[in-house]
């Protein structure tokens, strides 16, 4: 399932000039992904897959992807990192700037979340 993923992700970015044939094998290679993560999740795909829900304008599914991922896996600091830029986008700056913090409690001078922190402090 994994693989036949890769392989329409892959193929999606091949048409990019067709939307129409870009949107079907984007699906396809959602519903491998989502397949997999039910099957056996790893954090791998779930990037993948929060990645293809970003690209298609999904930004609530790949934030609710990205929470559970989180208390999956405390680590994963992407995640931290889009529920950080979530809560930045939604008006809530404090939200952002403790999930920022986390970002960079797991990966120091990661520098999206240094830039985005800093900012946020700088509007106070």
Known sequence: LEK???AYARKSQE???NQEAF???MKKAEQYYRACVNIRP???IVNILIQ??????????ATAMARKAVNKWPGYFGGWLLLADYESLSGMPE???VFYKEVLRRKPGQKEALNNLKM???KK
Not at 52 to 61: M, P, V, W
């Open 120 to 122: 946020l402090e700088m």
């Open 15 to 17: 048409c990019k000039n």
């Open 4 to 6: 036949l993923g890769h």
């Open 23 to 25: 949107d079907e094998n």
């Open 95 to 97: 939200t952002a700037k």
């Open 42 to 44: 790893k954090l791998e």
């Open 52 to 61: 293809i829900l970003k690209n298609t304008n999904r930004l609530d599914e």
